[in-house]
């Protein structure tokens, strides 16, 4: 005979499953904000359709600590003339093992970006600790991997990784395209970041930028020397040469690379306004038109918080 539910019975079900409702709910929104922060804080935004004048939607957002990161890992890549399938399939692996969090723990002696172990022979914790080393040799046994740009994602990040999860990396491909169509210029304006107060007021240090731009993309993103007026009025301009082999040659691409890679790097660097074709970025705006100099397409042009 089928079991009849009493009236307390059905009531602690139903009080079960709104408590178990409100607890998936909760897990979600922490799970958010854990890697995108509270509403109204601090946040970085890729619009699927370009729309960095305000417009468009759809889009994916993220932490400036996060955005920072991204950027390095693709600049990276690009500097070593890998595609940017390359550089997709290396951020989604990152978002997956650290959140793109440069963090100093993990399973075991796992660390960084892409949780290298020290005892699997990936470098010492300090050079794993080191985001252009940790991408460089992810990049290094990605390039390994015969046929990788044509592999499924998650197959040819876990031919590097050799995660306990080989099915992790695919749930990140979408977020990871749309960054990589960004950071490597594919998509122009397409990435914007507001910044802290206290980080969008910091003194930035032409220095600082010349060096982490070099680190990055190596010694020839820069002319040998730079003008003694341009370092007084604590500018520095990136001149934009023939595309890398990521970009196909293209000048344009090449020049939205440079001008997003400033914007991810703004608050770490002190970068108050980037200038490219036509457009300015700062953080209390987004990306603005303004009136097209004829020499904007020339160089990218980023001025510092003084």
Not at 136 to 162: I, N
């Amino acid at each position: 005979m089928p079991r009849t539910e009493t009236p307390a019975r059905r009531s602690l079900l139903s009080r079960a499953t709104a408590s178990l409702a409100v607890l998936t709910a909760l897990g979600g929104y922490v799970a958010v904000q854990y890697a995108t922060g509270p509403q109204g804080s601090p946040r970085c935004t890729v619009r699927s359709d370009g729309g960095g004048d305000g417009g468009g939607s759809g889009g994916y957002e993220l932490s400036p600590e996060m955005a920072a990161n991204a950027a390095t890992i693709s600049a990276v890549g690009t500097a070593r003339g890998l595609p940017e399938r390359a550089v997709t399939i290396a951020l989604a692996t990152a978002l997956q093992e650290s959140s793109l969090r440069n963090i100093d723990h993990g399973d075991r002696d796992s660390l960084g970006l892409f949780q290298q172990r020290p005892s699997q022979g990936w470098g010492t914790a300090e050079q794993i600790m080191d985001p252009v080393y940790s991408a460089g040799e992810f990049y290094e046994h990605l390039a390994e991997v015969p046929g990788y740009s044509r592999l499924p994602l998650t197959e040819a990040a876990q031919r590097v990784q050799k995660s306990g999860f080989p099915q992790a990396y695919a749930k990140h491909e979408p977020d990871a395209a749309l960054l990589s169509a960004a950071l490597t210029g594919r998509a122009p304006a397409s990435l914007s970041c507001s910044l802290p107060k206290e980080t969008a007021g910091a003194a930035g240090s032409a220095e600082e930028v010349r060096s982490d731009l070099v680190r990055s993309f190596g010694k020839d993103v820069l002319p040998a020397t730079e003008s003694a007026g341009a370092a007084a009025a604590g500018t520095v301009s990136v001149p934009v040469r023939d595309g890398t082999r990521t970009a196909g040659g293209d000048r344009s691409r090449r020049g939205w690379e440079l001008a997003h890679w400033a914007v991810a790097r703004a608050g770490t660097l002190g970068i108050a306004e980037v200038s490219y074709d036509g457009r300015v970025w700062k953080p209390e705006t987004g990306w603005r038109k303004q009136r097209t100099d004829p020499a904007s397409t020339a160089s990218v042009r980023m001025r510092l918080a003084r």
